[in-house]
Every structure is written in structure tokens, then in C-alpha cells.
T-cell receptor, first 115, second 113 residues
């Protein structure tokens, strides 16, 4: 079975541009979370979605937005890119937001470089 | 909000020795504490987790201990092997919402052959 898949794997943008990152969760998983991992730091929570609804948002500006589709895949959008947005963006899925056995499974991430 | 601190930031051990990584958290509402291993070019992979109703959990060479009173938890790796070399992250969350975990800043473990 395929794990969490993310695309693109690498991309380079310039300041002020817009970027869209995509995530396909594990089959059967309905909850998707997005994390930003700056080099040398731990992942930082951005969004959680379940059944197409936002179920949580981290401390990120409104330039960051996301959505989840009926097939449970998800997109993360970042507008007006800044140099500080350069990071590895991780998507993680789990069957549902709650429950003791619902551990997070991460994808390999999308490496964004902003020049 | 939750704050997780992780120490040390780097750890070098000889093959066969033990490695210990420690984390502290601030939010007493947190009750789920996973540990992840991240290898170069990959996303974090869950290696072990512990919930607040348990003080210790073992899985072969890996163990995690939790002290809820002191708000700290630790990862213990025994009989380390070169393939254990990676970055390890601790995290904390509400058990019902692990999708919104707070992570430590990681420990780079190097196991020398």
C-alpha cells in the first residue's frame, strides 16, 4: 500500500510568488495535517483537516491556507512568499482526528526554497 | 500553548552503547507523547509512543519513560547500531488530537562503528 504521498518533492520560487503543495493520505485515512519544518528545527503545526473541515490552525499568518477534497487529499497554499517560508513542508495523515490508536504517518515532504 | 524542549541537540555514542534523549513539556493537558526518527530525505517515522496512563513502554531495544509530575519523558536506545544514526524528535499532544502535535527541536544521534 502507498504511504502518504506529497508533490512536488522540490521546488524553487521567488519572493512574492504563490505556491501550492499537494498531499494524498494513506487510503482510508480521513484526517490530514500540515507541518512546516525549518532546517535544524522540529516540525511546526500549520493545519489539520478532517472531512473537508478545518479542525485546527497553528500560529501562521493568513498567507497560509489549505483545503481538503472529497477524496481526502489536501492542498496547502502559501501566498506572497517570503524568504523565511523556505522549509520542508510535511503532510501527515491518520484515520480520524481522535482516538487512541490513530497515530500520525508522515510523507517525505515538499522542499520549498524561496529566493 | 504547549512548549516542548529536547536535549541534547547532538549525541555521539559508540556502537553497542546506550543513548538517552530527554524532553520536557509545559502543558499539563498533554497526555500523548510520541517519538519519531527522521532519516535524511524522509519524513518523521513513529518509533514508539506512550500515553499518560503508562509510566514506561518498551519495544525491543527502544524504551520510553514518562514522569507526568515532573512533565518530562525520555527515549532510551540500548545496544545502538550504526543504522540508529538519525534525527530523533519528541512530541506532545492531547491524546484525542495527535494531528496537532508540538515537537521538540530534535537530537542528531550518531552511532560510531
Amino acid at each position: 500500500d502507498a504511504g502518504v504521498t506529497q508533490s512536488p518533492t522540490h521546488l524553487i520560487k521567488t519572493r512574492g510568488q504563490h505556491v501550492t503543495l499537494r498531499c494524498s493520505p494513506i487510503s482510508g485515512h480521513k484526517s490530514v495535517s500540515w507541518y512546516q519544518q525549518v532546517l535544524g528545527q522540529g516540525p511546526q503545526f500549520i493545519f489539520q483537516y478532517y472531512e473537508k473541515e478545518e479542525r485546527g490552525r497553528g500560529n501562521f499568518p493568513d498567507r497560509f491556507s489549505a483545503r481538503q477534497f472529497p477524496n481526502y487529499s489536501s492542498e496547502l497554499n502559501v501566498n506572497a512568499l517570503l524568504l523565511g517560508d523556505s522549509a520542508l513542508y510535511l503532510c501527515a495523515s491518520r484515520p480520524s482526528p481522535g482516538g487512541g490508536a490513530n497515530v500520525l504517518t508522515f510523507g517525505a515532504g515538499s522542499r520549498l526554497t524561496v529566493l | 500553548g504547549e512548549n516542548v524542549e529536547q536535549h541534547p541537540s547532538t549525541l555521539s555514542v559508540q556502537e553497542g552503547d546506550s543513548a538517552v534523549i530527554k524532553c520536557t513539556y509545559s502543558d499539563s493537558a498533554s497526555n500523548y507523547f510520541p517519538w519519531y526518527k527522521q532519516e535524511l530525505g524522509k519524513g518523521p517515522q513513529l518509533i514508539i509512543d506512550i500515553r499518560s496512563n503508562v509510566g514506561e513502554k518498551k519495544d525491543q531495544r527502544i524504551a520510553v519513560t514518562l514522569n507526568k509530575t515532573a512533565k518530562h519523558f525520555s527515549l532510551h536506545i540500548t545496544e545502538t547500531q550504526p543504522e540508529d544514526s538519525a534525527v530523533y524528535f519528541c512530541a506532545a499532544s492531547d491524546n484525542t488530537n495527535a494531528g496537532k502535535s508540538t515537537f521538540g527541536d530534535g537530537t542528531t544521534l550518531t552511532v560510531k562503528p
